[in-house]
């Protein structure tokens, strides 16, 4: 069984950073890939930042030169550091990992249970 556990989330003032963290645990051959997610009220779900195994990251337009995203693929575990929050990044945040459950098994995608962060104006 995958578990993705989150922690890091919480309330800070405008211009401030937070760290979240995510631990990728169980039985599976190895994860491929791990991610951010947010999910705003009355909004979708949306990529934060990815990391692949070979350390390529992807960012939304609107964290980037912001954000940072660092992974260790042989811990599974996926940090994004968030400096300069804004009101806008208020959301709950998922970690997100494409996992190969067997040496031949297709690539399943995980989700964290989220994190709440609040940005006050």
């Known amino acids: 069984q995958v578990q993705l556990v989150e922690s890091g989330g919480g309330l800070v003032q405008a211009g401030g950073s937070l760290r979240l963290s995510c631990i990728v645990s169980?039985?599976?051959?190895?994860?491929?890939?791990m991610a951010w997610y947010r999910q705003a009220p009355g909004k979708q779900r949306e990529l934060v930042a990815g990391i692949t195994t070979q350390g390529i990251t992807n960012y939304a337009q609107s964290v980037k030169d912001r954000f940072a995203i660092s992974g260790d693929y042989a811990k599974n575990t996926v940090n994004l550091l968030m400096d300069s929050l804004k009101p806008e990044d208020t959301a709950v945040y998922y970690c997100n990992a494409g996992i190969i459950p067997t040496r031949w098994g297709q690539v399943a995608t995980y989700w964290g249970q989220g994190t709440q962060v609040t940005v006050s104006s």
């Open positions: 169980g039985s599976f051959f190895r994860v491929n890939v």
